[in-house]
């Protein structure tokens, strides 16, 4: 476990294993994966396999493993609170009303990304084993405020933040890692981020292209009132 | 000496004292005539209008007699306006008499003699002009007339001091004057008007509601309009009539009713969590203000009241605080595998940790979750599966080392060539779609490769929970 503060866009795959060059990370995964037997559990039906095979099998799984981790902490953490109502409700507002700004308090919460991605194990053609992995990132935030702008998530001020990433497989812890994190710093807001998809941006602006309020700056609470 | 010759010649004496005394007034008397020339008479101002207050100062007057038996004290004078109406009777200090005096009203507009005039002695008198010229006109405002019928016009004229002039057109009231109101002319002007017919002006009505009686009544005659009767009692404007954005002439009355003021209601932030220096910023601009603070640190640990009440503008809100929040603390699991349940519950204890079931105590721990080397929170539980206690697990153990030492054997034999052995027989290359990789067991002869193993992977770009946590 890390107490150090993130003050930098990272991703899960740095978060977990660290920011040193991609093979070093993929060679560790591997040598984690070879320690648990991986490929010789999963090969051990198939004959004549040779050990350095295995182990370069497994290595390779680490490889394509840490790829499939390779997500921004950040974008995680907006396609959370693009569930947040607070802020949903906030940014259908400010799209309504163009030139708005809005300040959103948001109330202490958690957000939990799961990422199940998994790796089939082929041999001559033939499925023989599937790798489940399980990614999971724990956000727990405190006192955070965010500004919210013509629909998008423009800056985040305050508050603090607690990630708790843990990378599994099969039910076999791989890596666990907790730290703090400075959303400021971390979430990357240059561009804005949209915090309403597709149909619902174009539904605020169908429903009130025909008004035009005057812009109003407004503070909303967590309930988003 | 006999005594009818003393007391005859005292008698004597007495007589020719008592002339004596008689002759001494007598001589100033003569010499008071002759001073009645000195008298003299100042006007300040000599001129001015009717109603002018002046000032008469008589001078010369020292001898002045006093009137009637008086043979001590000072004498009178008295003022005159032309010598006959009395203006006032002022006594003689130091020689002079000092009188003010208002010219009359009924003064003609030319010279007049004002008079002193000793009341013991007549000899003593001056006289000064004074000329009486016309009042100073003081410029009125001509006031709005338009709309009224003539006579009420002429009314209004004669008491802002002006004059009704000459009428033209025809009609009930005046349609336009000359000149027009708020204009300052001077007094006794003729105002000339043209009657017809007034349109009347509409105005709308504005909205009073919530306003306090002197702001409805500041709108009203913003707009021309007046404030008629006020029913209820209290401070607030709840209703009116006519009702606001209706159209009425100018100077109609609007009635209200007012109501004591129901305070505002406002909602309470949620403030947990926050820190406390922001706090007071988000409850200004939510209308409350910040109360006491309780406990030692920075973040927002409760809040009275709670998040979401209503509560009246401009509340108090009190929050407690809390010290910088600590981290969860995480221990490694300890491996549990192979030993007695007693022996785990003591290890996970030992490690700030507990067991999370209750299997036999003498069982052996064929397996656990989390397993070994799992970081989890302290105080969290580890359960763990036991195998039956029998009397054959020596004999497995004593299998389990041979095979373990015949499986050391062969990696031993192969690691030997393992450096070589890898750079010539195995290879990773690119998989067949992007992200794939693949790994052929080839052979040194160039025989075809015994088995190629493709590992394809699969992103999953997740799943978000969000929830609120209480604390």
């Not at chain 1, 004549?48 to 799984?61: F, K, Q, R």
């Not at chain 2, 080392?401 to 750079?423: H, I, K, M, P, Y």
Request: proline letters at 7%.
């Amino acid at each position: 476990m890390s107490e150090a503060t993130i003050t930098t866009p990272l991703t899960a795959r740095a978060f977990l294993l660290g920011t040193d060059a991609r093979a070093d990370t993929a060679d560790s995964l591997g040598q984690t994966l070879s320690r648990h037997g991986v490929a010789r559990s999963a090969l051990r039906g198939v004959r004549n396999l040779s050990t350095p095979a295995l182990h370069a099998v497994d290595g390779e799984i680490g490889t394509v493993a840490q790829g499939l981790i390779d997500l921004d902490l950040g974008d995680v953490l907006v396609a959370g609170w693009r569930k947040y109502s607070a802020l949903t409700n906030a940014a259908e507002r400010t799209l309504a009303m163009p030139g708005s700004e809005e300040v959103v308090v948001l109330a202490t919460h958690r957000v939990t990304s799961t990422h199940r991605p998994y790796v089939d194990l082929l041999v001559d053609g033939a499925k023989v084993n599937t790798f489940d992995f399980e990614l999971k990132i724990v956000f727990d935030v405190v006192g955070l405020v965010a500004v919210v702008s013509s629909g998008d998530l423009v800056a985040l001020r305050g508050g603090r933040c607690v990630i708790t990433a843990t990378l599994a497989l099969e039910g076999a812890q791989l890596g666990q890692r907790q730290a703090r994190g400075d959303l400021a710093l971390m979430v990357q807001l240059h561009p804005p981020v949209p915090l309403l998809d597709t149909a619902a941006a174009a539904r605020v602006t169908s429903q009130t292209s025909g008004q035009q309020p005057s812009p109003q700056p407004r503070t909303a609470g967590p309930d988003g009132a | 000496m006999s005594p009818i010759h003393w007391l005859v010649g005292r008698t004597l004496v007495s007589v020719m004292a008592s002339a004596l005394t008689l002759l001494v007034p007598l001589s100033a008397v003569t010499s008071g005539a002759v001073s009645s020339e000195l008298a003299a008479l100042t006007l300040e101002p000599n001129t001015g209008s009717p109603g002018t207050q002046v000032k008469a100062v008589a001078s010369g007057y020292a001898n002045c007699p006093p009137t009637g038996n008086d043979d001590v004290g000072p004498g009178d004078v008295a003022f005159l306006w032309n010598g006959e109406d009395r203006l006032a009777t002022i006594p003689v200090d130091n020689g002079s008499a000092v009188a003010t005096f208002v010219v009359p009203e009924s003064a003609s507009l030319d010279g007049h003699e004002v008079v002193a005039r000793c009341l013991g002695d007549e000899s003593f008198t001056a006289s000064a002009g004074f000329t009486v010229t016309p009042p100073v006109e003081i410029p009125t405002v001509v006031p709005n007339i338009v709309g009224l019928p003539v006579d009420e016009a002429a009314d209004q004229l004669e008491n802002a001091r002006l004059a009704l002039g000459q009428i033209a057109g025809e009609g009930e009231v005046i349609r336009s004057q000359e000149p027009t109101a708020g204009t300052e002319v001077e007094a006794r002007t003729p105002v000339d008007v043209v009657l017809g017919t007034v349109e009347p002006v509409l105005v709308v009505v504005p909205d009073l509601v919530e306003s306090s009686v002197d702001e409805a009544r500041s709108a009203l005659e913003s707009v021309g309009l007046r404030l008629g009767s006020v029913s209820g009692s209290g401070d607030v404007v709840r209703s009116q009539s006519p009702r606001a954005g209706v159209e009425v002439p100018t100077e109609t009355t609007v009635d209200i009713t007012v109501a004591p003021r129901v305070p505002e209601l406002v909602t309470v932030p949620d403030l947990v969590g926050l820190n406390v220096d922001d706090v007071p910023n988000i409850l200004v601009s939510a209308g409350l203000v910040l109360g006491q603070i309780s406990g030692v640190g920075e973040l927002v640990l409760s809040q009275n009241p709670a998040a979401g009440t209503r509560v009246r503008s401009g509340s108090e809100v009190t929050v407690s605080v809390e010290g910088d929040v600590p981290p969860p603390l995480l221990v490694e699991v300890p491996n549990l595998v192979g030993g007695t349940v007693d022996d785990a519950g003591a290890a996970l204890v030992a490690v700030g940790l507990i067991l999370g079931n209750d299997p036999p105590g003498d069982g052996t721990v064929e397996s656990q979750d989390p397993v070994a080397g799992t970081l989890i929170a302290l105080g969290s539980a580890v359960t763990v599966t036991v195998g039956t206690s029998s009397l054959w697990w020596p004999a497995a153990v004593g299998l389990t080392v041979l095979l373990g030492g015949v499986l050391l054997a062969r990696r031993a034999l192969l690691a030997r060539r393992d450096s070589t052995w890898v750079r010539t027989h195995v290879r990773a290359a690119p998989g067949a779609a992007p992200g794939d990789a693949e790994v052929v067991d080839s052979r040194i002869d160039g025989s075809p490769p015994t088995h190629a193993v493709r590992i394809e992977p699969h992103t999953d770009i997740g799943t978000q929970v969000l929830e609120e946590r209480i604390r």
